[in-house]
């Protein structure tokens, strides 16, 4: 009895003795903690506000901002470890062996970094521009320290790594401003050469999104056995691609309608050879 009362005093002791020295040091790291991620988090918004008054480039404001969150929150951390007692020199030392591993680790991660690095620096698209790459098409949503995220057409978020994109092939639609719909139709041979190109350029004049400082072209393209293919070329503002790709297909078939136009009709040759005497 005299045993288990002498080990639980010594344990309060213990207590009481660690209490004494670390209990004010804990509690310091920890109200520190609070308040110093509470005013991270107000400073990021004070440099967000700030950047966004001075119209810097909103393709660097994610990035800008990523970087300076996380960097704030690394000084927090070595803060608080030396307020513990914890040897900052020992600590960072640490921090470095700890990096280049997991640095050795996540050498994909390091070349999505880079990759975002060159993208903002380059700028081969920008926040708010139509893209293609990968196999994707959308609209640049924003870019970051390790990925861009698109916004496809039929509104699906799609989250590209910046280490492949930066050294893909990446189609900006939207960096002339204006871009031509190209539209292969393809109709009967039956059908007179001039009527089928006026039933085309009447689409075309209609057509709301079509540019009248540009030329659009009606264009015989090809001759085949019992059809021709013609080439009808629009030019528009970018923005506006899909919504003229899908005016023409449409309103080409209700004017052939109008006018009369025919599709190709199938032909069956069948040759009967009758047999010799």
């Keep these: 009895m005299e045993t288990v009362q002498s080990n639980s005093q010594r344990l309060y002791d213990q207590i009481g003795t660690f209490a004494t020295l670390y209990g004010g040091r804990i509690l310091l790291a920890i109200l520190t903690l609070i308040v110093g991620l509470w005013l991270i ?19 660097v404001q994610p990035f800008l901002i990523s970087l300076v969150n996380g960097l704030l929150r690394v000084l927090l951390l070595l803060s608080i ?22 640095g050795l680790a996540l050498q994909g991660s390091l070349a999505n970094f880079a990759g975002g690095v060159l993208i903002l620096t380059f700028k081969p698209f920008r926040v708010g521009d139509l893209v293609s790459t990968q196999g994707f098409t959308g609209v640049v949503e924003a870019i970051r320290i390790f990925d861009t995220t698109l916004v496809t057409l039929d509104n699906k978020t799609i989250i590209l790594p910046n280490g492949p994109l930066s050294t893909s092939a990446v189609t900006n639609i939207s960096t002339k401003g204006v871009i031509r719909v190209d539209h292969v139709f393809t109709v009967g041979s039956q ?14 004049a209609a057509c ?18 019992n059809s021709r293919d013609y080439d009808v070329r629009v030019w528009v503002k970018s923005e506006h691609y899909w ?10 078939a209700r004017q052939f309608g109008v006018d009369g136009i025919q599709a190709p009709k199938p032909q069956m040759f069948v040759t009967n050879e009758l047999p010799t005497t």
């Design 191 to 204: 059908n007179a050469i001039d009527a089928t190109e006026a039933c085309f350029r009447r689409v075309v």
């Design 41 to 59: 988090g107000w400073l990021v918004k004070l440099l967000s506000g700030i950047m966004t008054r001075r119209h810097v480039d909103r393709d």
């Design 208 to 225: 709301p999104f079509a540019l009248t400082d540009r030329t659009h072209d009606v264009l015989l393209a090809k001759l085949n056995a």
């Design 243 to 252: 919504d003229t790709y899908y005016y023409m297909v449409e309103h080409v």
């Design 81 to 102: 470890a030396g307020m513990i007692g914890v040897q900052t020199t020992s600590f960072v030392a640490i921090v470095g062996a700890a990096g280049l591993a997991v």
